[in-house]
């Protein structure tokens, strides 16, 4: 062979053992708890989330996300493509797989945070396991954050004020902490927004459960001249979203992953119904109208993984994988939708029983096609990136 020849489509071997580890633990350790529990609870509770997660840190899956630096795992794009994807495969898989288990990741921009913000803030969600929020949206638009964002930050000595309204925060009721979006500028566009950490104690500050679509569960949060510290300014005032969209490609090929993980378990479990359900005299499995869903459902899968994995490599060449990602994020999520309605239709009623992951699913990925980017912005982003300034009318 030439010089030139394509190293393949197999993984590396030891990633390849740990995705199985992985997806084993997954089978063996949270599967069973959640059976075991009320199908409408948020999410594992205490003392079984615990004992679990002691289970994780054990076995090596602790936060494999974050920087090793942070005391995480310091997986690359492309790894943790592959390890979401492993852990995605059970009940409460969102937002976030493993649901706590194998830990939490702060929000990211933190990273880019200084010594005392690092001490004070990333490393004790991954040591500890704390839950936090992300604050972009508000009820001017979520799509548009860059000109939708009212919320502002107004720096008085060592002190910024806020004043406003935010939409949809995922967990600020049960976060210590979260990161918040606010204007330190009133000039439009994103050259005026910043990010700051905000704890959820802080007076001004009230936060109010927003019933949606289990499962996720968020909230809207008001600031009324709510003090917090000049210190909590991530970054420089005014690079907030920059901070923010660098990390825009590695989110949404993690959503890539769990909508693949999700639809590829649906998938097997569809598959060992037919084989033993009977209609009409015949096993579901014998008749096409059962057989031809799922095969397009593993066509699309193979597809949305390849997707997924070349967004992820890019990424991790530094290459500029915005739009891989948008393709990615948009297939992944509808396909993950499309394949998991196919296999309730083939459990027939047995598929919408709450005990059955099918359901939680279902919702999850319908919900999956808003957040963090909406099927129709990722379809706007893949074609400004075709036709150029010609998409905006220019
Ligand atoms: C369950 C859930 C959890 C969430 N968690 C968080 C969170 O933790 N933090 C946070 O900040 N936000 C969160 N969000 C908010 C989410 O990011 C927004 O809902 C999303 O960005 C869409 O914004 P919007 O709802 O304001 O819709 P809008 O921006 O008002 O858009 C409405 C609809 O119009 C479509 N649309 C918009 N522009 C165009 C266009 N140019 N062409 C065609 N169609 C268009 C959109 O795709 C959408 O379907 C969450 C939302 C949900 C539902």
Same mark, same amino acid.
């Given at each position: ?28 350790? /949270? ?14 509770? %205490?003392?079984?989330?615990?004992? @679990? ?19 995480? =795992? ?23 797989? =493993? ?31 704390? #839950? ?22 107004? !720096?008085?000595?060592?002190?910024? #004020? ?26 439009? =566009?994103?050259?005026? /927004? ?39 300014? /991530? ?52 008749? %096409?109208?059962? %057989? ?5 459902? @593993? ?5 949305? !993984? ?89």
């Amino acid at each position: 062979m030439s010089d030139h020849s394509f190293s393949g489509f197999e993984l590396p071997d030891e990633l390849r053992m740990l995705s199985e580890a992985l997806r084993d633990f997954v089978r063996n350790e /949270i599967l069973p708890v959640e059976a075991a529990l009320d199908p409408t609870l948020r999410a594992i509770p %205490q003392p079984q989330l615990g004992e @679990l997660q002691a289970k994780a840190r054990t076995a090596g899956f602790w936060c494999m996300d974050a920087p090793v630096e942070f005391g995480g =795992g310091g997986l690359s794009t492309f790894e943790m493509a592959v390890v979401w994807e492993a852990a995605s495969r059970h009940r409460y898989t969102f937002p976030t797989p =493993g649901g706590g288990v194998i830990g939490y990741s702060p929000p990211v921009v933190l990273y880019r945070g200084n010594e005392e913000q690092i001490e004070k803030y990333v490393k004790p969600v991954i040591e500890k396991g704390l #839950i936090t929020f992300t604050a972009i949206s508000e009820p001017t638009g979520g799509s548009d954050p860059a000109r939708a964002l009212r919320t502002t930050a107004r !720096r008085d000595g060592d002190k910024y #004020i806020l004043n406003g309204r935010k939409m949809w925060a995922t967990n600020a009721d049960e976060a210590d902490f979260g990161v918040v979006y606010a204007r330190t500028d009133t000039a439009t =566009g994103r050259s005026g /927004i910043s990010a700051f950490v905000v704890e959820t104690n802080t007076p001004g500050m009230h936060v109010s459960k927003v019933p949606v679509m289990r499962n996720h569960w968020t909230t809207e949060v008001e600031f009324n001249d709510c003090e917090i510290p000049a210190a909590n300014l /991530i970054g420089d005032e005014g690079e907030g979203f920059a901070l923010a969209q660098k990390w825009m490609v590695r989110g949404r090929v993690m959503l890539a992953a769990q909508a693949l993980g999700v639809a590829e378990e649906s998938v097997r479990m569809a598959a060992e119904w037919s084989k033993e359900r009977e209609t009409f005299g015949a096993l579901l499995a014998t008749r %096409q109208g059962v %057989q031809f869903p799922l095969a397009d459902s @593993l066509v699309e899968i193979e597809a949305a !993984r390849a997707l997924a994995w070349k967004a992820a490599w890019k990424d991790d060449q530094g290459q500029d994988a915005r739009v891989d990602a948008s393709m990615a994020k948009l297939f992944a999520s509808e396909m993950g939708f499309n394949t998991v309605d196919r296999c309730i239709q083939i459990f027939g009623g047995m598929g919408t029983a709450k005990e059955m992951n099918l359901e939680h699913w279902f919702r999850d990925l319908r919900t999956m096609r808003i957040v963090e980017g909406a099927s129709e912005i990722q379809r706007y982003l893949i074609a400004r990136d075709l036709l150029g300034a010609a998409a905006t009318g220019r």
